[in-house]
């Protein structure tokens, strides 16, 4: 069975600071991993995602993230945050055949100024 | 805008009335996806669809729940006798591309 755990429930960080957010992931196989983020009474908007390849990968609004296959990990990451980066993150791994998705917990992050 | 509207946005109800919920791709999308997501945490899946056929039921299905694809574009998602623990936020999803799924803006339903 696939499960993923994010264990940083809230981060708050300053405005122009860099953000890291953690991500552990169990699965089989090769997995599919995807960051997406939630606006408060929003849906998800994917960030980006990771099928293979090069491990680390670009996203939109400025984000990237490193697939470490020892470590089970796949933490996103952004170099200097804005203030409209505030939001919740979603870490996601999913099988290659049916594409269901699952799901962390999730991260508040919220931006100081 | 991903391509996906969902109807209504938002559906209060009372304890035991029946509810549906619509998603609307707005091309043709071979997949389609339902997750239900409490506050405070994460999606967790319900059921998807390859065209009109239902191919899986996550356990959180109970036989209150009902989904249907009926021509392979729109879906419905039904409860029947709502319950209180029912109250979460439904999305819809489809694939496009490889295997990405973009979500829908949700459907946030409240059981009183």
């Known amino acids: 069975a696939q499960s993923v755990t994010q264990p940083d429930i809230h981060i708050t960080v300053s405005e122009g600071a860099s953000l890291e957010l953690r991500c552990n992931y169990s699965y089989g196989a090769t997995p599919y991993l995807f960051w997406y983020v939630q606006s408060p009474g929003q849906g998800l908007q994917l960030l980006l995602k990771y099928f293979s390849g090069d491990t680390l990968v670009q996203g939109i609004k400025g984000f990237e993230a490193e697939f470490k296959r020892s470590q089970s990990s796949f933490n996103l990451r952004k170099p200097s945050v804005h203030w409209s980066d505030a939001a919740e993150y979603f870490c996601a791994v999913g099988p290659s055949n049916d594409y269901k998705l699952s799901f962390g917990a999730g991260t508040t992050v919220t931006v100081r100024a | 805008d991903t391509g996906v509207s969902q109807n209504p946005r938002h559906k209060i109800t009372k304890r035991g009335q029946n509810v549906t919920f619509r998603c609307d791709p707005i091309s043709e999308h071979n997949r389609l996806y339902w997750y239900r997501q409490t506050l405070g945490q994460g999606p967790e899946f319900l059921t998807y669809?390859?065209?009109?056929?239902?191919?899986?039921k996550s356990r959180l299905l109970s036989d209150r729940f009902s989904a249907e694809r009926p021509k392979g574009s729109f879906s419905t998602l039904e409860i029947q006798r709502t319950e209180q623990g029912d109250s979460a936020m439904y999305l819809c999803?489809?694939?496009?591309?490889?295997?990405?799924?973009?979500f829908g803006p949700g459907t946030r339903l409240t059981v009183t």
């Open positions: 999803a489809i694939t496009s591309g490889p295997y990405e799924q973009y």
């Open positions: 669809f390859q065209n009109e056929a239902q191919l899986e």
